[in-house]
């Protein structure tokens, strides 16, 4: 049984045809339009076209935002103007298939769980590192959604009482201290401070950041400020998986996004901080921290297996 | 069908016999001993004066410690002399019924879910604020477990970095913040703080805390040191679950334990700084504060009914 | 002997002829030219003016910004273009008195220390709440300066490791948090949030603040919301000066500016928050909590006061 | 003109004879009794043996406790049982000369000024890690000595809010953070939890800690968890010392006691932190930081040198 998963993103739609065992066995990208009505039309002739050629049975739609409870109406997307939008139903009735919708972070980890870094696992967390921080839990095997369809807003965790003002409205959120904007800011800073911020100063573009290539480079030389400045967002993000262990318990911690791409030299103070925050039992097993390996197609994947799953 | 469920705690052990509604048909309890022999006799003994006048199906053990992921092994338990003790085999041999385990705040959790304050709900949170903290966590109506076994320690969050050493060997952890003893700590830094705290020193028994009675008295009284002690510890709470609704997205939290006792002085600023550290999603529903409703019976009355699902 | 002291705001300039005692003899205002020069020659004009009628000794100007240690060149100026500013020489040329400069929040902690609420003390700190914060201390009878002009930055303490952001380029500022904007900035939030705000939602003008007057009011009516939003604020100094306590160990703190005309409402819950993270010594004596006295004279007070002991 | 200093420690009493460039001409050395009366006679009885072969003009004596403002009085001293204790007087009438107390942490944090590494500076902090935190503030060439004679309690500096408790009652203080029995905590929490601290964890002595000179061992081979437990420290040194530029503003911090041995491998991610938590006012000049030079004679060398200067 063959279902698509489409996962819409800020400048693109990926669409693909997804097998039972996650492989991708078509993929169509396009711009993603700016109205509404556009959008649908192009995901809507995306699946006309992927299905003329396979014999679809569901399609799962995957964007940023918040999504009710019954995964069929968009109550909030940060990037596109959906208000209580009941895309669901819209969908299908442009697609003539089923539906389901899932937030895209929740998609990506789902993705990760079934097909990716977290195989074989029966409780695990994702958090996703770019821009912002997306998160996503899997516990006894089942997607954690939530009362209001919003569990595993991980990024939006407080975590510094009076802290940051995060675009959410509150302050303190995980996200203004784990995220490849908090690196960015971790990396200004330690920039503008001369002394062990030099070499970070000499890499900065033109738009004032410095390029993963570069960091990666500086790390790999063992530059402090770029140790430095990892190691801020890898200690927040490691004492944040300390609360999430608490709560949720996974085996596992999956790392995505475009922070992601660090690796060790993010995985390592990362565990180093999880573990001087974890509530210390003794005997209690520690859960692994692993990055992501299904990459942008995660999302896709995962929403495509929920499309099976829910209709 | 009837079921039987088994509380043993520190001091004594209650087991019931439970209709499916939650009923107590009838109850009994005897004094807990202290060796791990007798005390599996003696819960051997109530099962089968119990069974000796009512149909039996199954039975449910709470007790506080950690279990292991399949309900089966006693991995550690802080009162009783029990170390990966399989006690889930132990009792099936003796009283010759199928036996789950549940750890004790879960199964009072699951109780008030099932039949209590909980009902109705879908994704749940219950705090019980004793002399320690306990969690538990229903997701779309599961009980969460965890990879582990120990899902939703939700006293172990840690709450403040470098904070109050707590007995689990971290530090930080809410239940330093928000529980009975936390309460009784903040009563008397602010007692012998003199000032606002002169009635709460009046009110000091000889072992040095304020009976909960009197606590109540001098928040009827609107006694300023009363009233910052609790809004201390309902501070911790509120931001807590600010982080458990960001992780868990539950409609409800259920506060019980003997400070839930202190019923809307305790819950009405518990919400106010829930809401303050809320991640505020605009038109995002908030979780309702309540507190328990069945008491001490909760977790009796929760095993059996998780006795009844899982065999 | 008279000497005149010149307070330079962001809106208007006053000087006033001060006698030994702290009486002002005369006062003059005008408004503050956006312009260096217009501004230099306003109080060139202004001492002239005064001194045409009275017999002047020496001169002292208090305004805004940092200032070297040997009170000679205006460092840096918040609200005006002066930047390495031998302001010093340039006014004694002008004006052909002897003439020192002095910060706005020292010139009016030193006036309060001599003439106003500090009278008798020997070590004393005020904090004035304007829009932002200024700090003042006053140790063994001497304003503490520092090495580089700049000691007693009150408002810059950090209070919130990882904090909100603060003008000065740094974090986590106390004067993002008890300041008169950090007390409108906790009321929009309380506002925001329904339930005990809704008395201060009522309140808030088209520029979305709630006036002093109106805050006292609900305060004197008990106003839940009122009440809450004031006390963040006042813990937030509280814990504060137990930190000053710490390290400068003064007798009395001296709380000015604006905000203080909130009077006990503000200082009784500043002084609970100060008794509680205040070393705690023992016997140690604790330090008291006074409003300023003198008002928007101090900063003129006294610095005339300084110019006539460093002159 | 010579002057004696004494320098009473826990175990052992100092006492030389003092020439006027901080030389110590002749220094002898007694255990410390515990008898108040037998201590006093052993003070005298040095500073007479002293006086015999010296021309000896006043006594400085430095313990450990607060002292009242006029230095006259121990109020309290932590290891000998002085409470409210007219030290000078009775000191004055056993030795027949003019003496001084001061408390330890201050006397050495003025030889420092005088003498040692502080020399030639106008505004200097120096803190004092030893098994707790000394701390001693300079500032415009004066010692800091507080309303109450306790001026420059650096080490209670409140730094965790909800903090670990401290010995003073109060909990959060520096002195859990910052100080050699914080940096062995630490040491026991990394070698405690393996990986990282699995050399640590070898190098530890039947008493649970591990030596100095193994620590410095294992820095130079850049052992990770070594380097985080010193990291540890550090950054918290470091975030107080930018609280301590905002109020006293110093040119130079002074770090002695026996953590100060680590030298630059702590100074160094020291002055990181710092710098990360310093309010940033742009040009604004930064404080030096710089191990102590004067080793254990800074104490008895900085309170003859008081002496000298109060009689």
Redesign the interface.
């Known amino acids: 049984m063959l279902n698509v998963g489409i996962d819409i993103g800020g400048t693109k739609i990926a669409g693909g045809v997804v097998a039972l065992d996650g492989t991708i066995i078509e993929q169509l990208r396009v711009p993603t339009p700016v109205d509404t009505g556009a959008l649908a039309d192009a995901v809507a002739a995306m699946v006309g076209d992927l299905a003329s050629r396979h014999e679809v049975h569901a399609v799962g739609v995957a964007a940023a935002g918040?999504i009710d409870?019954t995964r069929s109406v968009m109550?909030?997307a940060p990037n596109i103007d959906w208000q209580n939008a009941p895309l669901r139903a819209q969908f299908e009735a442009q697609i003539g298939r089923p539906v389901t919708l899932e937030n895209d972070a929740n998609a990506a980890g789902w993705g990760e769980y079934r097909f990716g870094a977290g195989r074989g696992?029966?409780?695990m967390v994702m958090i996703t590192l770019g821009t912002g921080v997306g998160g996503a839990?899997v516990?006894?095997g089942?997607l954690?959604?939530?009362?209001?369809?919003?569990?595993?807003?991980?990024g939006?965790?407080?975590?510094?009482?009076?802290?940051?003002?995060?675009g959410?409205?509150?302050?303190?959120?995980l996200e203004?201290?784990a995220s490849g904007r908090a690196l960015q800011r971790e990396i200004a800073?330690i920039a503008d401070?001369g002394?062990?911020g030099s070499r970070l100063a000499a890499h900065r573009t033109a738009a004032g950041i410095v390029p993963g290539a570069d960091l990666k480079l500086l790390l790999s030389e063992q530059d402090a400020g770029a140790l430095?400045a990892v190691r801020r967002v890898a200690t927040a993000l490691g004492?944040a998986c300390?609360?999430?262990q608490?709560?949720?318990?996974?085996?596992?911690f999956v790392i995505g996004g475009g922070v992601a791409e660090l690796g060790e030299d993010l995985l390592e103070p990362t565990?180093?901080a999880y573990?001087?925050?974890?509530?210390?039992?003794?005997?209690?097993?520690t859960?692994r921290f692993v990055t992501a390996t299904l990459g942008n197609d995660a999302g896709l994947v995962g929403v495509a297996d929920l499309a099976r799953l829910r209709t």
Do not use: W
């Open positions: 918040f409870r109550l909030h696992s029966t409780d839990a516990g006894d089942s954690l959604i939530g009362a209001n369809g919003s569990a595993a807003e991980l939006h965790l407080r975590f510094v009482r009076g802290g940051r003002p995060c959410c409205g509150q302050n303190g959120c203004q201290y800073d401070g002394g062990i430095e004492e300390g609360a999430f608490a709560v949720l318990d996974p085996e596992l565990r180093i573990e001087t925050s974890l509530p210390g039992f003794g005997e209690r097993p859960a």
